[in-house]
């Protein structure tokens, strides 16, 4: 066995009714995008619960985020995110919409064509936007 040493400052929150507490976690004068795929957190009222617990703040919707999400659409996020200078991401969904915000987290800020933080193995992101996650 080798030895090692993990830090991973996540902080989890589980349980019912925990959405409401978002308020406690998501900065308070943050100017927030919330990323969704389709139209389950809405129908399963997750979407609703997100917007009571950030009401009273900038927040800004980007729905349809697609399975597997294209290129395309994730950049359409990261124009929202320029033109609307806002700094803070929550992803409301499952994989798909946490693995594409962790993509958009990286490509506002970077330097060069987006498409190296895919493409290229050790493309070098030197910051990231903050993000939370309501996993549905």
């Known amino acids: 066995m080798q030895n090692f040493e993990f ?3 996540t902080r989890i929150i589980f349980g019912k ?4 507490q978002l308020a406690d976690h998501v900065p308070a004068k ?4 919330v990323l969704y795929g389709g139209s389950s957190a809405e129908k399963n009222g997750t979407l609703a619960e997100v917007r009571a617990a950030l009401a009273g703040r900038v927040v800004h919707e980007f729905g ?4 597997n999400p294209t290129y395309e659409t994730l950049m359409r996020a990261v124009e929202t995110i320029r033109r609307e200078k806002l700094d803070f991401l ?3 969904g499952g994989g798909s919409v946490i693995d594409g915000t962790k993509f ?6 970077y330097e060069g064509d ?4 895919l493409r290229t193995h050790g493309a070098s992101v030197a ?3 903050p993000f939370g996650t309501v996993l549905t």
């Open 7 to 9: 830090y991973n400052p």
């Open 17 to 20: 009714d925990t959405i409401a």
């Open 30 to 33: 943050a100017r927030v995008l």
């Open 64 to 67: 349809g985020i697609e399975p």
């Open 90 to 92: 929550l992803a409301v």
């Open 104 to 109: 958009v987290a990286a490509a506002v800020d």
């Open 114 to 117: 987006a498409w190296d933080i």
């Open 127 to 129: 910051r990231a936007m």
